[in-house]
């Protein structure tokens, strides 16, 4: 993705997570200088717990059709969960646009709830894993959505108007989409770790290669590495 695309796309997910009233920490308007500044000083934590935006096309170059806006809130560590003690959670928010599949996937750790927080209706397309962790193509699945267990047959689809959520263990893959707009999407988690704990069915990348064609008004979690050190 070109650095430019990336830029327009916070500015447009600010509008909108401003639109739905939800304000997010301070250090999501952070420059990249005063990031940097921060980070060698009192806010090493933010660059440890990968805190901040990501965008993504899952490195196939088809943002409006394979992409996800991402703002990590808060995050623990695995310390902390070898521990059992300190932050053992973390708390997203997404977006999600009209039809762009955030692709299938599951989790070997995390257990996630999926909060439509606002906007359009949010689509999920639902699998149980088979014993080998794969897909099971043929088994019916079974998740808790606010209070209530539900029922879909494999490959069904879950849909969540505004307020509604679904709790998803590590062994239920999805996917998932808005339907009739863009959707702001809440997820609370436990700690939660994008390097190794995504599994996807396809062979896709988890974060863009970005295009250096202009400066970046904020930096990406994946940009960490390269420019906080």
């Given at each position: 993705m070109k650095r430019s695309t990336v830029n327009e796309i916070i500015r447009e997910a600010d509008a909108f997570i401003r639109a739905h009233d939800f304000a997010l920490p301070p250090f999501a308007w952070?420059?990249?200088?005063?990031?940097?500044?921060?980070?060698?000083?009192?806010?090493?934590?933010?660059?440890?717990?990968?805190?901040?935006?990501?965008?993504?096309?899952y490195g196939q170059g088809r943002f409006d059709e394979l992409g996800l806006v991402l703002f990590?809130?808060?995050?623990?560590?695995?310390?902390?969960?070898?521990?059992?003690?300190?932050?053992?959670?973390?708390?997203?928010?997404?977006?999600s646009g009209e039809g762009q599949i955030s692709p299938m996937h599951r989790h070997n750790r995390k257990t996630e709830d999926i909060i439509n927080r606002g906007g359009a209706t949010l689509v999920l397309e639902l699998f149980a894993a088979a014993p080998d962790g794969g897909i099971d193509e043929n088994a019916d699945v079974a998740v808790r959505t606010d209070g209530?267990?539900?029922h879909l047959p494999a490959g069904g689809l879950l849909k969540l108007a505004p307020g509604e959520s679904v709790t998803l263990e590590p062994d239920t893959w999805h996917a998932f989409w808005g339907e009739g707009g863009r959707v702001l999407i809440g997820e609370v988690s436990n700690v939660n770790?994008?390097?190794?704990?995504?599994?996807?069915?396809?062979?896709?990348?988890r974060f863009s290669e970005i295009d250096e064609d202009e400066p970046p008004v904020h930096l990406l979690v994946s940009d960490y590495r390269k420019w906080l050190g």
């Open positions: 952070w420059s990249p200088e005063e990031l940097r500044a921060r980070v060698a000083s009192d806010s090493a934590m933010i660059r440890e717990r990968m805190l901040g935006w990501d965008v993504t096309d990590t809130i808060r995050n623990g560590t695995p310390d902390n969960v070898a521990r059992g003690r300190g932050m053992l959670y973390a708390e997203k928010l997404l977006i209530t267990l539900r770790d994008d390097c190794t704990d995504n599994l996807f069915r396809d062979p896709i990348g």
